[in-house]
């Protein structure tokens, strides 16, 4: 969503690097094998990229209500007298918190649902999957985010070093990999892994309405929405008809 320079780099960076690791394992050793793998991929880069130059508009024409935000210390975490370092902390924890139940306002508010569900339609489900998402719902959610960062003080660079962290971790629990049940289980204690999301895009509605954390894994604990999946099980992706 923004970008300063150095964090800029340093996403472009990461994404770059898991998205070739992801890419390379996928074609190796993917946990299924997909047809037309290279034509489904493009679609959803094209996609992707759509996305990419939609967000961009929106968040250029922003830059100074959050620059003026900052010049009159408005916003809620500006009002306690902490370090800048512990400040940046809770802003990504509240950032991922508006995440999660974003993402689950996507599921239950038929509004919202009906570009949401663009996402869920891809019966194929990997790596590329991850930026699969109807532009509508991109302007949407930039937008909000944005009336709801403000007031809570979050700033430009709050929001750059959580996506640094959160654009891989997408790229990586919707990938087509094969992980350990022992290895899975070790890493979805803290970050969303590919057996934890996988099951939210079952076609079934009762697995699919479950699991909406992003990059922490636990507020679907905290929440009370999170279902278990072994990291072996077979599900049908895509929504019922």
């Keep these: 969503m923004f970008k300063t320079k150095k964090?800029?780099?340093?996403?472009?960076?990461?994404m770059v690097t898991v998205s070739t690791l992801i890419y390379l394992w996928e074609t190796k050793k993917p946990k299924r094998n997909y047809e037309n793998k290279v034509s489904h991929d493009t679609f959803n880069s094209s996609v992707g990229l759509v996305n990419k130059l939609t967000n961009s508009l929106i968040v250029s024409n922003s830059y100074s209500l959050f620059d003026l935000a900052k010049q009159k210390n408005f916003g809620l975490l500006r009002q306690f007298n902490i370090s800048e370092q512990?400040?940046?902390?809770?802003?990504?924890?509240?950032?991922?918190i508006w995440q999660y139940w974003w993402h689950r306002f996507n599921h239950k508010l038929p509004v919202l649902w009906q570009f949401h569900k663009f996402h869920h339609q891809d019966e194929q489900l990997n790596a590329s999957s991850a930026i699969r998402f109807h532009f509508l719902e991109i302007s949407i959610s930039t937008i909000i985010r944005i009336a709801v960062f403000i007031p809570l003080g979050i700033d430009k660079k709050d929001i750059s070093i959580y996506e640094s962290f959160l654009l891989p971790i997408i790229i990586f629990h919707h990938a087509n990999i094969n992980i350990s049940d022992s290895l899975d289980r070790s890493i979805k204690r803290l970050i969303v892994t590919p057996s934890?999301?996988?099951?939210?895009?079952?076609?079934?509605?009762?697995?699919?309405?479950?699991?909406?954390?992003?990059?922490?894994?636990?507020?679907?604990?905290?929440?009370?929405?999170?279902?278990?999946?072994?990291?072996?099980?077979?599900?049908?992706?895509?929504?019922?008809?």
Excluded: M, P, V
């Excluded at 512990?86 to 991922?96: E, G, N, S």
């Excluded at 697995?207 to 009370?224: K, P, R, T, V």
């Design 196 to 241: 934890f999301h996988r099951i939210h895009h079952s076609k079934n509605e009762n697995e699919s309405n479950n699991n909406y954390s992003s990059l922490l894994s636990f507020w679907d604990n905290i929440f009370n929405s999170y279902i278990e999946n072994d990291a072996s099980n077979i599900i049908d992706f895509g929504i019922q008809n």
């Design 86 to 96: 512990l400040r940046t902390i809770y802003a990504i924890i509240l950032i991922d």
């Design 7 to 14: 964090s800029s780099l340093l996403a472009s960076i990461a």
